[in-house]
């Protein structure tokens, strides 16, 4: 199993300023596949990004993201206000679970 | 636009089994995309519980794959989550999903006697 883990647990920003993300997995991502979901308290994931780096439809292009391997990437270049929130990476696999996210960072004002 | 609604009790009493069901609509059960169940528990983060394909074909998370039944119901457009034998550990809100854009708002299903 593929074991992702996101850093920093809780990142404190302010807006306007530039987020950056972290997604490590255990193993290599051999499938390529890495996406990024967002979650709202009360609200269902919204997928940002999916395949690593193709943002999903109406995701804003202050969302990019990279990587490869087992080291990936969300930037969030200038933070407004709805962005502070829960984020989740989610890796597809060969081997199972198919799917398997990691455990979220909290993106909260500062 | 397609859109997801889950159903199904909100309380299970421990060593029962819990149903769920996903309602799509403004979209088609048969595209060529896979449907899944995940599951949160209260203040956690998400796990993937499992898949299905139009055609049947399923995949499940290892950890629960011995509890766990998916199904897929295409004439009433619909798929379902069985998972037996609960305990406290299996509350959660569980979301239905078609991958990976689109996903219901979630039911929060408690095990409790």
């Known amino acids: 199993e593929i074991v992702l883990t996101q850093s920093p647990g809780t990142l404190s920003l302010s807006p306007g300023e530039r987020a950056t993300l972290s997604c490590r997995a255990s193993?290599?991502?051999?499938?390529?596949?890495l996406a990024w979901f967002q979650q709202k308290p009360g609200q269902a994931p919204r997928l940002l990004i999916s395949?690593?780096?193709s943002r999903a439809t109406g995701i804003p292009d202050r969302f990019s993201s990279s990587g490869s391997g087992t080291d990936f990437t969300l930037t969030i270049s200038r933070l407004e206000p709805e962005d502070f929130a829960v984020y989740y990476c989610?890796?597809?696999?060969?081997?199972?679970?198919?799917?398997?996210f990691g455990q979220g960072t909290k993106l909260e004002i500062k | 636009q397609v859109q997801l609604q889950e159903s199904g009790p909100g309380l299970v009493k421990p060593s029962g089994t819990l149903s769920l069901t996903c309602a799509v609509s403004?979209?088609?059960?048969?595209?060529?995309?896979?449907w899944s169940w995940v599951r949160q528990p209260p203040g956690k983060g998400l796990e993937w519980i499992g898949e299905?394909?139009?055609?049947?074909?399923?995949n499940y998370n290892p950890s629960l794959k011995s509890r766990v039944t998916i199904s897929v119901d295409k004439s009433k457009k619909q798929f379902s989550l069985k998972l037996n034998s609960v305990t406290a550990a299996d509350t959660a809100v569980y979301y239905c999903?078609?991958?990976?854009?689109?996903w219901g708002q979630g039911t929060l299903v408690t095990v409790s006697s």
């Open positions: 999903a078609r991958h990976w854009a689109y």
């Open positions: 403004g979209g088609s059960i048969s595209s060529s995309d896979w």
């Open positions: 299905i394909y139009h055609s049947g074909d399923t």
């Open positions: 193993q290599s991502v051999t499938s390529g596949y």
């Open positions: 395949g690593t780096s």
């Open positions: 989610q890796q597809y696999g060969s081997s199972p679970p198919k799917y398997t």
